[in-house]
């Protein structure tokens, strides 16, 4: 299985990350190696539902920044390929279950593995991934960065738990929505970036640097998907447009719309969010209301807010061609909506 993503895809401006997938080429295809051999079981329908989503064509950014992160620093050895594989299988066990909870129908432009295989398989092969992922952490026998993985899984399930105390409520605060993706998005990046460093003996401060640096990546990665959903296309998605809506999702636009409506724009939010009343000619209503109160650029510009902070996180780094990439990272995320 080769590395999988569109170069096309930060199209819309002049950022990508070719330099990225090149400089992490070699290690990628060990990734890719590994992944195929660990995804295999007995168990037909396990490797059958693990590839379905594995094959489809996501962009590995989370293994890349692992990758990235552990050259940067001069590593040696083969631990930052199980570390980067592992942070796959997290991730792509978080996807089974999203699309169970949100009951989404397609996932990187295909039927989710749901829609195939039904709920209960979706759920248990992601049990299977993750089980996979702990094996491989400690394979690589660094009891910190089986902390730093293990703590982002816990706080991945709690982020899942808290967007479902927040669903549908339109009095979700701007703060309590930070909340859930820094936990369900941006927690996996901080640590899929630190765990680079940690695995290369690298002082405090770089870790927290990289730390610092994905968990704004991710915040900004998330909040880039967010207005996407609004003013995006299903390619650049790999969903549907306005699945966020049609679920009742209340995200960051939807919160800046809703707080800066009037009061009959209040009672049409409440009626499509909280009361699922959501078709095609309410999303092009919704899209309307937060190009009037803006809600859309304004999430951009919180987005690149993070990406600033993200690239201050390592500009007291040492200069090398993986530290430009990282950073080329950011732009490339947050172009998707230029």
Not at 16 to 21: D, E, H, K, P, T
Not at 70 to 81: E, L, P, R, S, W
Request: proline fraction near 2%; include cysteine; aromatic fraction near 6%.
């Amino acid at each position: 299985m080769g590395v999988v993503v569109n170069l096309d895809e930060g199209k819309k401006g002049s950022a990508s990350i070719r330099n990225l997938i090149e400089l992490t080429a070699a290690d990628m295809g060990a990734v890719n190696e590994l992944i195929l051999s660990k995804a295999g079981s007995d168990v037909a329908m396990i490797p059958e539902v693990a590839n379905h989503l594995i094959s489809s064509g996501g962009k590995r950014l989370r293994p890349m920044l692992t990758l990235a992160a552990a050259q940067m620093f001069g590593y040696q050895g083969d631990h930052h390929v199980k570390l980067a594989t592992s942070v796959e299988f997290m991730h792509t066990a978080t996807l089974l279950h999203d699309d169970v909870v949100d009951e989404s129908d397609l996932r990187r432009g295909k039927s989710t593995a749901r829609m195939i295989w039904g709920n209960q398989a979706s759920v248990l092969v992601g049990d299977f991934l993750l089980g996979q992922a702990f094996r491989m952490m400690v394979d690589v026998g660094s009891l910190e960065a089986l902390d730093i993985l293990s703590t982002a899984a816990s706080v991945i399930a709690e982020g899942e738990v808290l967007q479902l105390a927040v669903a549908k409520n339109l009095e979700t605060t701007e703060d309590e929505h930070f909340n859930v993706i820094k936990a369900k998005t941006a927690a996996l990046f901080a640590a899929a970036a630190e765990v680079g460093p940690v695995i290369a003996n690298r002082s405090k401060t770089e870790k927290a640097a990289l730390r610092s640096y994905g968990m704004n990546l991710g915040l900004a990665f998330q909040l880039v998907d967010d207005a996407l959903d609004y003013g995006g296309s299903a390619k650049d998605l790999g969903k549907n447009v306005g699945d966020d809506f049609r679920e009742g999702k209340v995200t960051l636009p939807v919160i800046l719309a809703y707080r800066r409506g009037s009061p009959e724009e209040r009672v049409f939010w409440k009626d499509a969010i909280e009361e699922g009343n959501a078709d095609d000619a309410k999303l092009e209503h919704a899209i309307a209301l937060m190009a009037k109160h803006n809600a859309i650029g304004d999430t951009i510009a919180r987005a690149r807010h993070f990406g600033d902070i993200a690239c201050d996180a390592l500009a007291p780094l040492d200069a090398t061609p993986q530290k430009d990439a990282l950073l080329e990272v950011i732009d490339f995320c947050i172009s998707r909506v230029v």
